[in-house]
């Protein structure tokens, strides 16, 4: 015998089995994954053109009515 065990285990021979994740990367976004509610603006981040937020419509959805770039909502850019 040489040692070593005959289980059935997820590793590998070179040490890269499956393992847990060290939590780096688990936070939410800048609203802590919640709305931001009705009303506001979506923004062009490019040119700061506003149009009025939608309720069901994501302003990453949008694109800027002067120059065609994706529009954000308005209280991502107060940070």
Do not use: W
Not at 41 to 61: D, I, N, R, Y
């Amino acid at each position: 015998m040489n040692g070593k065990g005959q289980g059935r285990g997820g590793g590998r021979r070179d040490g890269s089995g499956q393992g847990r994740g060290q939590d780096f990367g688990g936070g939410h976004g800048k609203n802590n994954g919640g709305s931001f509610g009705t009303g506001g603006f979506c923004v062009c981040a490019k040119c700061g053109e506003k149009v009025p937020h939608q309720q069901g419509v994501k302003c990453t959805t949008l694109k800027c009515p002067a120059y065609g770039h994706t529009m954000i909502r308005e209280e991502l850019l107060k940070s």
